[in-house]
């Protein structure tokens, strides 16, 4: 199983990015999934999750309104769009897939597999 997220970079302030996080060895329709990132010194946070055919989406208070989740479940692939990206949204981020879903998204434990993380650096 492998998860492989990309599409890090840097960015300027109040500009975009697409974060595609790539799946192999599971089918991710049976997974919720989820963003989660880490910012240098600080623990890993939650940052999206969306439910197994992407009727639900969740975010974290921080990104709402900026930044939106999303799925293709035939191409076994999840999304994350970044818009109007702050210099507090530098941060290694990771995709995860969860089995049991729709309880606890939002906790790193309930994540089955991640991937290796993509780093995004917004400038100011």
């Known amino acids: 199983v492998q998860l492989q997220a990309s599409g890090g970079g840097l960015v300027q302030a109040g500009g975009s990015r697409r974060l595609s996080c790539a799946a192999s060895g599971l089918t991710i329709s049976n997974y919720y999934m989820g963003w989660f990132r880490q910012a240098p010194g600080k623990r890993r946070e939650f940052v999206a999750a969306?439910?197994?055919?992407?009727?639900?989406?969740y975010y974290v208070d921080s990104v709402k309104g900026r930044f939106s989740i999303s799925r293709d479940n035939a191409k076994n692939m999840a999304y994350l769009q970044m818009n109007m990206l702050k210099p507090e949204d530098t941060a290694v981020y990771y995709c995860a897939a969860d089995f049991g879903g729709a309880s606890h998204y939002t906790q790193e434990y309930s994540y089955d597999y991640w991937g290796q993380g993509t780093l995004v650096t917004v400038s100011s």
């Open positions: 969306i439910s197994w055919n992407g009727g639900k989406a």
